[in-house]
């Protein structure tokens, strides 16, 4: 967790850097979801490459079922999962909360990291696994969606007083 979104988040940091330490937030937020889109591919194509050389074919899908593709189904998901949370990373950097961000979206890497070893003492089958972080990268898509379509305090007019 707290090495790949460090690594993730190092595109934003730079640039924050360049621009004296000033970047609107939704730019944040769109540097982090571009290096987390990187990356999620990136390992994606890894886990692929390994899924693979193990020997997967389509007859393990006729012969386990829908299962057989979890590895697939999962990489769709973390590649959305770490295009969100280096987003989020991202705005936190923006706004002047970095490093609170930075562990926020670290402790949510841990968090889907953590699944397999819950997978290894047999607390959750693999399907359990596949829906968490399937739950996981949707909520933290949807908080980012959320911080993306806001609109700024300053846009937003204030009520009119009765007189």
Known sequence: ?????????????VYWW??????????????????GVGFGIFEAQWVHNTIFASGWSWEMVQTNGLVALAGFWERFFTVA??????????????????????????FL??????????????????????VLVAVVAAVVTA?????????????IAPEASPV
């Open 1 to 13: 967790g707290l090495v790949q979104e460090g690594a993730k988040l190092v595109p934003v940091v």
């Open 81 to 106: 999962f770490h295009t969100a949370a280096s987003a989020l990373a991202g705005w936190g950097l923006a706004k002047g909360w970095g490093w609170q961000f930075y562990l926020l979206a670290s």
């Open 109 to 130: 890497h841990a968090l889907i990291n953590y699944s397999v070893i819950l997978l290894q003492m047999e607390f959750l089958s693999i399907v359990q696994i596949e």
């Open 143 to 155: 908080a980012v969606l959320r911080l993306r379509w806001r609109k700024p305090a300053e846009m």
């Open 18 to 35: 360049r621009e004296d330490k000033n970047i609107d937030p939704k730019l944040g937020l769109v540097i982090g979801a571009v290096a």
